[in-house]
């Protein structure tokens, strides 16, 4: 095995990860155990999850407010204190319990203290378990800004359990199902084909379906772990995805949308300009469009809505030297890294998404 290959560490399954985690923390020895929940996991998930574990090292639960807008330094300063008032050491463990702020907001905060002590994620909803928790990316927000601030540090494992997704209301469900979608779009015609016909899957697909959307993720961050070249391919929906989710953020007057109800919008923007700038077939645009629709509706934007949502794409990661750069497709399957996009065709897209 390659050290890269070692820095991915296991992502295990609900039939092996009790086990695995117990060994786990019997080999490690932690001085203390911290477990990060929000208000919503440490009420629905965290009595399932400690009656789980075993071990001889002391356990600390430190509590976090639930909702992407406590994603910032302030709520990690509060984390960095408990820690240090709790006598937190370099050989503390922090198990991450929760979705994907939890578990990108815990990895940031444990990659930093003490300039880094070792973390688990234990993802309790379907984005954070085929997304956030998978791939090592940690951070927080900077204002209404996505995840300015963070690392790229693999945890030690990441423990999925369907059963929590037992919790979930089904907005929360429909969110994690636009990344799995996403993977689709950029990786396997015949795995799009299957999560977009819904109608055609129950409950008892989803360990399969989830099992195969980390195989997508896990695949791209291992050859290329710091996202210089193809990682860029998973932001896919995002460059438009996270501008939107950030101005509805922000602004009162507009609907909240969660994480995957934005990147499903920017998914559909993203696919019609791919099918203006590369070979992106129409009628695939027509597959894609009324499939998410469909699951997600649509969202209304003003024009100056537009305006203000293209000002915020500045300052996306992937962008460099003064460029907005997208991830297009020339088919599903195959996509395009880097590409600029004219401001009148990004108007032009909603244009489209609003009319459609």
């Not at 009420?43 to 406590?70: M, P, Q, R």
């Not at 309790?124 to 997304?131: E, K, N, P, R, Y």
């Not at 962008?319 to 395009?336: A, C, M, R, S, T």
């Not at 401001?343 to 032009?348: S, T, V, W």
Request: include cysteine.
């Amino acid at each position: 095995m390659t050290d890269l290959q070692e820095s991915l560490n296991p992502v295990i399954y609900a039939e092996n990860a009790y086990n695995d985690l117990n060994k786990h923390l019997e080999n490690f020895k932690a001085s203390k155990i911290f477990v990060l929940v929000d208000t919503n996991t440490h009420e629905h998930c965290l009595s399932y999850f400690l009656n789980k574990i075993s071990t001889i090292s002391d356990i600390e639960v430190i509590e976090i407010e639930a909702g992407e807008e406590f994603k910032n330094l302030e709520t990690c300063e509060g984390v960095w204190n408990a820690l240090s008032e709790l006598e937190a050491d370099r050989k503390s463990l922090m198990i991450n319990l929760g979705g994907g702020v939890v578990t990108d907001l815990g990895g940031f905060v444990a990659s930093a203290f003490k300039r880094g002590i070792n973390f688990i994620n234990v993802p309790t909803t379907l984005l954070s378990m085929v997304d956030a928790s998978v791939g090592g990316k940690t951070g927080v927000d900077l204002g209404n800004l996505k995840n300015q601030i963070g690392f790229i540090v693999q945890p030690e494992m990441v423990l999925i359990d369907t059963y929590f997704l037992k919790t979930l209301p089904v907005e929360e469900m429909r969110s994690g199902l636009a990344e799995i979608l996403k993977h689709g779009l950029i990786a396997d015609e015949t795995y799009w084909n299957k999560v977009s016909d819904l109608a055609s899957l129950d409950l008892s697909d989803l360990d399969d379906i989830i099992k195969e959307s980390i195989d997508i993720k896990k695949a791209v961050v291992l050859k290329d772990p710091y996202e210089k070249n193809l990682r860029k391919t998973l932001n896919y929906g995002h460059t438009l995805g996270h501008a939107i989710e950030s101005y509805c953020l922000t602004h009162p007057e507009k609907s909240r949308l969660l994480h995957g109800e934005a990147i499903a919008v920017g998914m559909i923007l993203e696919t019609y300009i791919s099918s203006e700038l590369e070979t992106f077939p129409k009628e695939k645009l027509e597959n894609v469009t009324a499939t998410i629709k469909d699951m997600y509706g649509k969202h209304s934007f003003s024009e100056e809505d537009i305006v203000q949502i293209q000002d915020l794409m500045k300052y996306d990661k992937k962008n460099e030297h003064g460029n907005i750069n997208f991830v297009l497709l020339e088919d599903i399957g195959k996509p395009v890294i880097d590409r600029t996009v004219p401001e009148e065709l990004i108007k032009k897209a909603f244009h489209y998404y609003l009319n459609v």
